[in-house]
């Protein structure tokens, strides 16, 4: 598959970064918090994951996408560089609505690759 279409411009607002990724208050977002936490992102550093976020769209291929009414969900799975050195493998959901052409930030969660 191809790569995400104009990810040099993707939308990665700071509050789904903040309050939703790296806070271990948000109900669906505490697990992921954790998860980050124990690679080194943090909210003082938080630009780090936005950074992270993107540069794993640029670096790896769409995985999966499906189309509906309002736009295309693309998944793309690939290791995700950490502040303390790991590359753990991840997929980041990204969205394009209908009509507009800049992906904007859904979700990250952690994968397990599978043994061959």
């Known amino acids: 598959m191809a790569r995400l279409a104009h990810s040099d411009r993707a939308i990665v607002p700071e509050a789904k970064i903040v309050e939703y990724l790296l806070s271990a208050r948000h109900p669906g977002g505490r697990a992921k918090a954790r998860f980050l936490a124990g690679l080194g992102f943090n909210v003082e550093n938080s630009h780090s994951l936005r950074d992270a976020i993107v540069a794993h769209a640029m670096a790896n291929e769409i995985t999966a996408s ?49 043994s061959q």
């Open 66 to 114: 499906h189309r509906t009414q309002f736009g295309i969900k693309f998944e793309i799975d690939g290791p995700l560089l950490a502040p303390d050195g790991h590359a753990p493998f991840v997929r980041v959901i990204w969205f394009t609505e209908a009509g507009e052409d800049v992906p904007r930030l859904v979700t990250l969660v952690s994968r397990r690759i599978k």
